[in-house]
């Protein structure tokens, strides 16, 4: 199963220990952690479902293309990376 | 009087109270988080604290024990199109939080950009967008202010009788309902823009109220810092009359009404729109007693020269009793007036940029 973790800049905010789930796609597998937690959704994707601006994902070393609908495969060995974009003073 | 407030700033939320020692910072909450509207409910003392963070987006959490702990609920959202889709609208920011009336104990309702008013019957526990002001036509013809979205920043409940209800929005006018939010017409006659073309300088659907604040024992008298001027209305924000140059300029966001004399109301001047400081650096708030007519400049006790503050629109407030204020500004600075603004003491000079003040 794909295995999905989250930066750490998100603990402050929720729980967000590293997980293995079922799915196809990003969005398959972001879903699936949701589901145990439907607040944190609101934390990377914003309520169009679209990947936040200024939070990447990356399926091992490749950043996603495809922002929009999160329709990026990934294979049973594949780790799925939540990240931040680094801003602000 | 009112013994606490909270500061709404950039980097968490502050909590102050009155000792015997005099006004005293708290250890913040949601520490370096920006925090963009709080809203203590008077009926049952729940707060709320609206976050708009960098890269997570807006959050809404509650505290039903004054602050000492806090629940995260979910936020207002947009409805989700059905595809895809690059431009369907998303919460961008809760720019300000109201209490229903005393006869809907936990309705709560947000104005956000960009644009949306929201309500929840079950103190935010679940929220739905206001589809009957979203769904009108005109709000294709609002546009930002400052943002890069229309926002709602005003929400007034006439606490005579809560089916009425009049929002403010940059830009898009000021806008009533007499059934509760279920239809809405476009009112504020008389408020003047000057950043249109002349011809439209009086179109009511692009007027930029920078806040709209009614009298609470006259809630048909109605203030408005507009981006052009001070408004005063007597009909319930129907129509406007435009006082005539107040002093030392016409320029600000905030105003806070007397709660009980409808011909009272403080402002915060800052020199003009393109230039957002205090006039000629020196740190004042004015006051009419007389509906407009006359203004007095107070400044005891604020910075008499080299000041760059600016008070934005929820950051002046006055209290129940009519004579203790609270004021925050963009340069972090906040001070409190125990004598209806004739003075004013800094509390703290070293609070991050503050988007709004509250008594609790």
């Not at chain 2, 439209?200 to 709209?212: G, S, T």
């Not at chain 2, 009614?214 to 435009?242: L, Y």
Request: hydrophobic share 40%; with cysteine; proline share 8%.
């Amino acid at each position: 199963m794909p295995q999905v973790s989250f930066t750490g800049n998100l603990r402050r905010h929720r729980e967000t220990p590293v997980t293995a789930v079922e799915g196809a796609t990003v969005r398959e597998a972001l879903d699936a952690v949701f589901a145990e937690d439907p607040l944190l959704r609101g934390y990377v994707l914003d309520e169009q479902g679209r990947l936040r601006r200024h939070v990447n994902v990356f399926v091992n070393n490749a950043m996603i293309a495809d922002r929009l609908g999160l329709a990026d495969p990934v294979g049973r060995d594949d780790e799925i990376y939540v990240l931040q974009a680094l801003s602000g003073g | 009087m009112t013994e606490g407030l909270y500061v709404a700033s950039r980097k968490g939320l502050v909590p102050i109270r009155r000792r015997n020692r005099g006004w005293e910072a708290g250890a913040a909450a949601f520490l370096g988080e920006p925090v963009s509207a709080i809203l203590r409910d008077p009926r049952d003392g729940t707060l709320y604290a609206a976050l708009r963070l960098g890269h997570f987006g807006c959050k809404l959490h509650r505290s039903g024990n004054d602050g000492a702990s806090w629940e995260e609920l979910p936020a207002p959202a947009y409805p989700a199109a059905p595809e895809p889709d690059a431009e369907a609208p998303a919460l961008d920011m809760i720019w300000t939080l109201a209490a229903g009336g005393p006869d809907r104990l936990g309705e709560i309702w947000a104005g956000t950009l960009p644009g949306g008013l929201f309500v929840s019957p079950d103190r935010g526990e679940t929220w739905s967008l206001v589809d009957s002001l979203w769904s009108r036509p005109e709000r294709g013809e609002w546009f930002g202010g400052g943002f890069d979205h229309p926002g709602i920043h005003s929400i007034c409940i006439d606490p005579r009788d809560p089916e009425r209800m009049t929002l403010g929005i940059s830009c898009g006018g000021v806008w009533k309902s007499d059934d509760r939010g279920a239809s809405w017409r476009l009112a504020g006659q008389g408020l003047r823009n000057a950043y249109m073309p002349p011809e439209r300088a009086y179109d009511a659907n692009v007027q930029d109220p920078h806040l709209v604040a009614t009298c609470a024992a006259s809630p048909d008298v109605v203030w408005c810092q507009h981006h052009n001027g001070i408004f005063r209305s007597t009909d319930a924000a129907e129509t406007f009359g435009e006082i005539e140059a107040p002093m030392p300029s016409v320029f600000g966001f905030a105003v806070a009404p007397h709660p009980s004399d409808p011909a009272t109301a403080w402002f915060a001047p800052a020199v003009k729109d393109e230039c957002r400081v205090p006039v000629d650096g020196r740190m004042v708030v004015t006051r009419t007693r007389d509906g407009g007519a006359s203004f007095e400049v107070l400044g005891r006790g604020l910075p008499e020269r080299g000041s760059y503050d600016l008070v934005y629109r929820h950051a002046l407030v006055v209290d129940a009793s009519g004579e203790r204020l609270a004021m925050g500004s963009t340069t972090g600075n906040l001070w409190v007036s125990e004598s209806g603004g004739e003075e004013w003491q800094q509390i703290d000079a070293h609070l991050p940029p503050i988007a709004q003040v509250a008594f609790v």
